[in-house]
């Protein structure tokens, strides 16, 4: 196996060569489709139906958006974790998609990244779900892992062979430091989810945000440090930030 990694439209991608396939570790954004097919057919001089199984470990713009273009394109499967219903489901899942969509748009402007369409349907219809623990379907040195926390579906993907894992979104980099993501909706799981990869002891970990880093005492010593013992969620922040204004204008 050689994974290869390219720089996405706000995120890493990361891409899976094995001689029998391609397996994309994430199901990226729309705005990174061209860039992942192109790394197929023209640096890897692959055709694109190589890409055999696309995951999507969670349902936010950078992680999910690129995935049902690049079935259409390639013809590969698509596999998630199998929790029931949709994350963006009625009218408030609908609000947070766009919330999400919009968060996306400005952490874009911030990297200096042109504006580009990274519209993508809230809910998605998987070709594959995976349960704790189960193998990839037609990579089976990789493991699915249910890290969940930031969402009720979070995926890492644990590749035996050289005991390493992609955990998505799992902690991300701010500052030189790695801490919990925004949103966590699910501060136990979350906190279970940090544990579980910790337990692991693995020789490396890929981070959407942040490339392949080592998990030292220190990040993880810090990680924990900043895990929210409460949700810590879009509407929570809505009405913490209409609480301080209230409280400003009346003082």
């Not at 570790?25 to 860039?35: E, F, H, N, P, Q």
């Not at 995976?130 to 990839?136: G, S, V």
Request: glycine share 6%; aromatic share 8%.
């Amino acid at each position: 196996m050689k994974l290869h990694q390219l720089d996405g439209y706000i995120q890493s991608i990361y891409l899976a060569e094995h001689h029998h396939g391609l397996l994309l570790l994430d199901g990226c954004s729309r705005a990174d489709v061209d860039k992942v097919c192109h790394f197929i057919t023209e640096d890897l001089n692959r055709p694109l139906n190589d890409l055999k199984l696309v995951v999507v470990t969670h349902m936010h713009p950078d992680h999910a958006g690129g995935a049902v273009k690049l079935r259409e394109l390639s013809g590969c499967q698509v596999a998630t974790a199998n929790v029931p219903g949709d994350w963006y489901h009625g009218l408030d899942g609908m609000l947070m998609h766009w919330s999400d969509l919009l968060l996306a748009k400005w952490v874009a402007k911030r990297k200096g990244q042109p504006a580009q369409n990274i519209w993508y349907n809230r809910k998605l219809k998987a070709d594959v779900l995976l349960n704790d623990e189960n193998p990839l379907p037609g990579f089976t040195e990789w493991k699915a892992l249910f890290t969940q926390g930031h969402t009720d579906r979070d995926l890492s993907l644990y590749h035996e062979p050289t005991h390493r894992v992609y955990v998505a979104d799992l902690m991300v980099t701010v500052k030189g430091h790695y801490i919990p993501p925004f949103p966590v909706f699910y501060p136990n799981r979350y906190k279970a989810s940090v544990d579980k990869i910790v337990q692991l002891k693995p020789r490396g970990v890929w981070l959407a945000h942040g490339g392949e880093i080592e998990l030292t005492e220190e990040i993880i010593a810090h990680l924990r440090a900043r895990s929210p013992n409460r949700p810590i969620t879009h509407w929570r922040s809505v009405k913490a930030k209409v609480r301080r204004a209230i409280f400003k204008k009346v003082a």
